[in-house]
T-cell receptor, first 112, second 114 residues
Framework: NAGVTQTPKFQVLKTGQSMTLQCAQD?????MYWYRQDPGMGLRLIYY???????DKGEVPNGYNVSRLNKREFSLRLESAAPSQTSVYFC???????????FGSGTRLTVV | AQKITQTQPGMFVQEKEAVTLDCTYD???????LFWYKQPSSGEMIFLIY??????QNATEGRYSLNFQKARKSANLVISASQLGDSAMYFC???????????FGAGTRLAVHP
């Protein structure tokens, strides 16, 4: 099925560990985004990639890095995880049209 | 600065009645887009409706309509004939500025009572 695929769906990390969240879309969208959602809050933009080969910081980039590997894939890396990074992470993509943004199903990350 | 404000943390409505979820926005860009998303307890983000800043008519999608008042910078979601399955978090979001960035409000939790 066409859409945005995120892996893994769940992850528990110890403080200081690193990991990469993977995101891939098969809709040929140019723009991709990483958001985090904390309990009772809306989604906040971490990083985005307007097109292949470009990345930019969003609202809350500290502690994260990203890679736009190709048009399909946009990964989010936590170099040294902290408990404050416990959250649900969403990847999204858009071709820039009225139907807007397709979201992945999310990654629930817990840092202990 | 661009901002989305949803002032209703929680709302409840009786089944089959209509409900309005409030959203105000702030942007200096003349061209922008407004979205509403539904997030059920399962966690996925479901696109409901879109309104462009230059659209003359209010957007409608089935039981969803968007009451767009440009001068007041409001984009309220109206759900008609509420169903139990409408119980969820609802987020208003705005695409504004370059690079298609989408910013979200804090959300409104809607509970539909039988």
């Amino acid at each position: 099925n066409a859409g945005v695929t995120q892996t893994p769906k769940f992850q528990v990390l110890k403080t200081g560990q690193s990991m990469t969240l993977q995101c891939a879309q098969d809709m040929n969208h140019n723009s991709m985004y990483w958001y985090r959602q904390d309990p009772g809050m809306g989604l906040r933009l971490i990083y985005y990639s307007a097109s292949e080969g470009t990345t930019d910081k969003g609202e809350v980039p500290n502690g994260y890095n990203v890679s736009r590997l190709n048009k399909r894939e946009f990964s989010l890396r936590l170099e040294s995880a902290a408990p404050s990074q416990t959250s649900v992470y969403f990847c999204a993509s858009t071709p820039f049209d009225r139907d807007g943004y397709t979201f992945g199903s999310g990654t629930r990350l817990t840092v202990v | 600065a661009q901002k989305i404000t949803q002032t209703q943390p929680g709302m409840f409505v009786q089944e089959k009645e209509a409900v309005t979820l409030d959203c105000t926005y702030d942007t200096s860009d003349p061209s922008y887009g407004l979205f509403w998303y539904k997030q059920p307890s399962s966690g996925e983000m479901i696109f409901l409706i879109y309104q462009g800043s230059y659209d003359q008519q209010n957007a409608t999608e089935g039981r969803y309509s968007l009451n767009f008042q440009k001068a007041r910078k409001s984009a309220n979601l109206v759900i008609s004939a509420s169903q139990l399955g409408d119980s969820a978090m609802y987020f208003c979001a705005m695409r504004s500025g370059g690079y298609n960035k989408l910013i979200f409000g804090a959300g409104t939790r809607l509970a539909v009572h039988p």
